[in-house]
């Protein structure tokens, strides 16, 4: 079975995705092309019917068969490695004060919970 790799790359300004050298139209953000990428990858591996096909091959000859409507590739979406990458950098970077802001939140819920009941 064959399987077929949509890559989410920069194309005309904006991002699209690619199956071997073709490319979908460009998409504003990565995000959406990422979207696309997933759709199409989904409907790619959805059986069909079966037909009777023609087809000429490299040499000039023309051949019949039966392709089976079941006989579909297998696909993956292949995000950017450089730009996942960079989304994990900055969700796993919080910075200094961040760090400070998170380690009191915790220490005034701590407090909060651990307080002694007030007596009335």
Known sequence: MAKLE??????????????????????????????????????????????NIEFQDAAGSWHEEVASGLDRPRTEVVNTPALRYAERRTSVHRGTFGTFMLLAGIGFAVGYLLRPAQRR
């Open 6 to 51: 949509y890559e989410i790359v920069e194309h005309d300004g904006g991002w699209a995705y690619k199956v071997d050298d073709v490319f979908s139209e460009t998409f504003p953000s990565h995000a959406d092309a990422l979207a696309a990428a997933e759709i199409a990858a989904g409907q790619h591996e959805l059986p069909g019917s079966t037909e």
